[in-house]
C-alpha cells in the first residue's frame, strides 16, 4: 500500500535572459505544487513536494549513470557512451540543468540508477517517488526494434518526463508534412508558430501553458500503478490512458470528464 506520494519539481532557472530564446526552462510552465494538490484530493495517500530529485538524491556517479545510459542509435539497444567528453557534458547538465536537447536516455537504466540514490528507508513501496525530470527518456521497443520516447516509466522512483509530453505521442501527420514542406523550400525548420497556425489538430507544444494540467494523468498513472499493480487504462478520454497521439493525449488528460466510470469510482471527486 502506498501510504506517501513524493513529487519532485523539474529544473527551472531563475529567471529566462532575453538572449535565451526559450529554449529548455519550463519555469513556471511546469507546477508540481499544483500537480500535487490535484493529486492528494484523488488518493488516500499524503502527498508532498520536494525540490530536485537530481540534487535531493545527488551520488558521486551519477554523472556516469547518465552517460552509460544515452541512447546512441534509434535502432540501437545498446546504450551509452562514457568517454570522458561526454561524462564531463553530464556533469555541467546535472550542475546547470537547463535542457540541451536531443540526448535521449534509456529510462530503465535512470529509473535503476535513481532507486539506488533513494535513501534506504525511503526506497519501499509504501513511499512512491515521482521524479519530475527535464529529460527526454525512452523505453526500448523489442517489436519494432527501436526506442520510443515516454512521457512516464512507471516504477519506483516513477519518472515523468517534461520533453516527453511534447515528444512522445505523434503530432498529426499533416505537421510532419508542414514541417518538411517547409524544410524543402527554406533548408530550414519553420518556427514553431507558423507550424501551429498552419496545422489543422491539436497538440502540445513546448512551454505549453497546458503542461501542467496534462502531467496531473502521468503522475496518478504512477500511483495507480504501484498501488494496484495495473499500468495503463484502454479506455480512451481516461487519464489513465497511455494516449500515442497528440489528440488522444488532449481528450485524455485536458477534456471532461476525467474518467472512465471505473476509475471514476477510484478517483473521481
Ligand atoms: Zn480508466
Not at 539506488?116 to 513511499?127: C, F, K, Q, Y
Not at 478520454?237 to 466510470?261: T, V
Amino acid at each position: 500500500m502506498v501510504d506517501r506520494v513524493i513529487c519532485y519539481r523539474p529544473p527551472s532557472t531563475i529567471a529566462a535572459t532575453e538572449t535565451d530564446s526559450g529554449s529548455g526552462t519550463n519555469d513556471g510552465v511546469v507546477d508540481v505544487d499544483a500537480i500535487a494538490d490535484w493529486l492528494a484530493a484523488r488518493i488516500d495517500a499524503s502527498v508532498s513536494v520536494r525540490d530536485r530529485f537530481l540534487e535531493e538524491h545527488r551520488t558521486d556517479d551519477l554523472a556516469e549513470r547518465f552517460a552509460e545510459a544515452r541512447v546512441t542509435s534509434p535502432y540501437e539497444r545498446d546504450t551509452g557512451n562514457t568517454m570522458l567528453g561526454t561524462i564531463r557534458y553530464e556533469e555541467r547538465a546535472l550542475e546547470n540543468p537547463d535542457r540541451e536537447g536531443g540526448v535521449l536516455y534509456d529510462g530503465g537504466q535512470i529509473q535503476r540508477t535513481l532507486n539506488s540514490a533513494l535513501p534506504a528507508d525511503e526506497r519501499g513501496l509504501e513511499t512512491l517517488h515521482v521524479a519530475v525530470l527535464d529529460r527526454a527518456i525512452g523505453t526500448w521497443g523489442a517489436h519494432d526494434g527501436r526506442w520510443h520516447k515516454r512521457v512516464n516509466v512507471l516504477g519506483q522512483p516513477a519518472l515523468i518526463s517534461v520533453p516527453g509530453l511534447y515528444e512522445a505521442p505523434a503530432k498529426p501527420e499533416v505537421y510532419y508534412k508542414e514541417k518538411q514542406r517547409h524544410a524543402l523550400l527554406s533548408g530550414d525548420a519553420p518556427p514553431r508558430e507558423v507550424l501551429e497556425n498552419q496545422v489543422d489538430g491539436e497538440f502540445l507544444v513546448e512551454n505549453d501553458p497546458r503542461t501542467t494540467d496534462a502531467l496531473k494523468g502521468y503522475v496518478l498513472q504512477a500511483y495507480h500503478y504501484l498501488q494496484r499493480g495495473e499500468a495503463f487504462c484502454d479506455r480512451e478520454g481516461c487519464r489513465l490512458y497511455n494516449a500515442h497521439y497528440h489528440e488522444g493525449l488532449i481528450d485524455a488528460q485536458l477534456r471532461d470528464p476525467e474518467f472512465c466510470s471505473e476509475h471514476a469510482r477510484l478517483y473521481g471527486t
